[in-house]
C-alpha cells in the first residue's frame, strides 16, 4: 500500500500531493475513530451489566462512542471529498504528463504493437489509477488504521487476547499478501493479453485484404485475432480462478482467526481467568473486526489491479527520452557523415555494423542491398529516430545528438515506405509541412510531385479527403503526396524509402520524376528498389548486413563485378520478365 501511495503521489503536482497527504491523514484519523467507537462498547456493556448500574458512567460512555461515530462522519465527509479532488487531480495531469513523455520519447520506440496497450493505459488505466484516491484508498487505510486501533485497545481488556489479535492480524496480514501476489502475476499476463489484442483488433480492421487473400482469418496458429482473443479469455479465467483462490484462503485464515480468539475468551471464562463482562467486550470488539478486515479482503484484488496500472504507467515514464541539448547546435551545411555507426534493436545484435560513409551536400544517394541489410534502419538512424550504439552521424558537421531532434527534423524532410495520411483533405496533409503555404505554393510542389494530375482528376481537388491514413488513395498516389509535402517542408536533406511494393507505370514514372525533382538543389539519400532510381543517383552506396560492401557510381560497380553488379544483373531480369509477362496477353 506504502508502494501505491508513493506512486501516486509522483503523479501528481505539488496542490495534488498536498490534497493527497490530507487525504490521508483524515481516512487514518477516521480509521482510528471506527476503531475506538467500537472499542468503547466494552466498558459500556461492562457498566451496564455491573450491577447497580452506575449512570454516571453509562451516560459517559455513551457520549464517549456518540461524539466518535460523530468525529468519525465528519471526517468521512471531508476525505470523501478530498478523494473526488485528487481523483480529479489524477485525471487531469495524467494525459498531459503521458503526452509529454510520449512526445520525447524515440520515434523508433512507437512499433505497431504498442498501439493498444498505450491506448488500453490512456483509457482504462487512466481511470483505474483516479479510482484509488476516488473510492479505493478510503477503504484500504480504515481497512488497516481500524483494526490496529481494536487489536491496541484489545490489549487493556485483556492481554492475552490482545496477543492473540496481533498473532492472528499477522496470518491475516500473510494471506492479503498472498493474495495480491497471485492477482498481480495473473493481471499482468491478462493485460499484456488484452493490450496485443487491441492492436491485432486494428490490424484485423486495417489488414483485411491480405488476410482474407491468404485465409489466415480462421487460423488462429498465425498469431491473428483469433489467437489472440483466445490468449485472452485464457489469462482471464486464470485471473479469476487464481484470484478466488486467494480470495478463499484470506477468508478462511479470517474465520480461523476469529474462532480462535472467541474460543480462547470461552475459555479463559470457564478457567475462571476472565470475568464475563470483558467476555462479551471481547466478542463484540472481535465481530466489529470483521467488518473492515472483509471490505479490506474483498476489495484486495481491486486494489492490486489498480496499483498495477499505475506500475504500468511508471514504467512508461521511466522509459528514457532522447537526451536533447539544452540549445540546438548550429549545422554548417547540409552534408552527411556516418562515423564507425554501429546500432541493434533493443540492445539485440548488430543490424548496422559499423558503417562509414560521407554524403556532400546536393548529392543524391542511393542504398542498395539485399532485403534485410539494414537500409531503412540506416536511413532511421540519420533522421535520429534512435540514437546509435556506437559511433556517430554528423549533419553539416555537427553530431546529431547536439542538433537535437528538433533541429534534424528541421534539416531533413522524410518520405517513408509507410506514407501515413492523416484523415483530411489532401491539401491539409500537404499543409502539415508547411501552415502558412499558400495556394501557388500548393500547386507548385504538386507539378513537381506530379500529384496535381491526382488532384485534377478527383471530384474535389485538392478538398478531397484521404480517409483514414489515407485509405481511399493508391500506394502511389500516397507516396506522390508525400513527396510533395516533403517539397513543401523545402528542408535542404530528403530522406526516401522507396515504396517496395510495385506502382503501375504511370505512377512509377511519375515518382520517379518527382524523386528527380526533389534532388535538384538538396542532399537525398533514397533506400532504392527501383533501377531508374538507382541509374539517376550520383552515389550508389551497397548495404550487406549491416556494412557497407561497396559504393561508387553505376558505371564503375558494374566494372567493379561484385555484389552490385550481382544485383543491378538479377533486377534488370527480373524486370525483362515483369515486362514480358505484362506484354503476354
Ligand atoms: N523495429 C524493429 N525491431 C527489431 N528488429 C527490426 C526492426 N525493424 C527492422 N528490424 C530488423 O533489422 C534488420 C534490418 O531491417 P531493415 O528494415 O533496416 O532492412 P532493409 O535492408 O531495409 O530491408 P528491406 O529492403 O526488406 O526493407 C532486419 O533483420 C529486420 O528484421
Redesign the pocket.
Known sequence: MITMIRYLSELLDERGRRHLHSMLLAQAAQGVLQGLGFLLVAPLVATLTSPPVDWGRLWFWLAAIAAAVAAHHVLLAWSTSLGYLVGTDVLTGFHERIGNHLATLPI?WF?GDRTGPIGRMLGKGTMDVANIPAHLLRHVVVGVTTPITMIGGSFLLDRRIGLAFTAGALLCALALRLLMVIVRRNDDDYEYDIGATASRIVEYARQQPTLRAYGVLDRPDLGTLEESLVRQQGSQSRLTIRGAWGLIAFFGTLQLVVTAVIALAVAFTLQGTMTLPVMIGVLIVTLRMLDPISQLGELAGLVQINADAIGRVRALLATPPLPEPARSAEPSGADIELRGVRFG??GGPA?VDGVDATIPAGCFTAIV?P???????LLKIIARFFDVDEGAVLIGGRDVRELGSAGVSRLTAQVFQDVYLFEGTIADNLRMAAPGASQADLDRVARTARLDEVVERLPDGWDTRVGEAGSTLSGGEKQRVSIARALLKDAPIVLLDEA?AALDAANEAAVADAITELARDRTVIV?AHRLSTVVAADRILV?DRGRITEQGDHDALLTAQGTYARFWTERVRARGWQLAMKGNP
Request: aromatic letters at 6%.
Open positions: 523508433g512499433r534493436y533493443d543490424v542491398g532485403s534485410g541489410a539494414g537500409k531503412s534502419t517496395t533506400v548495404l
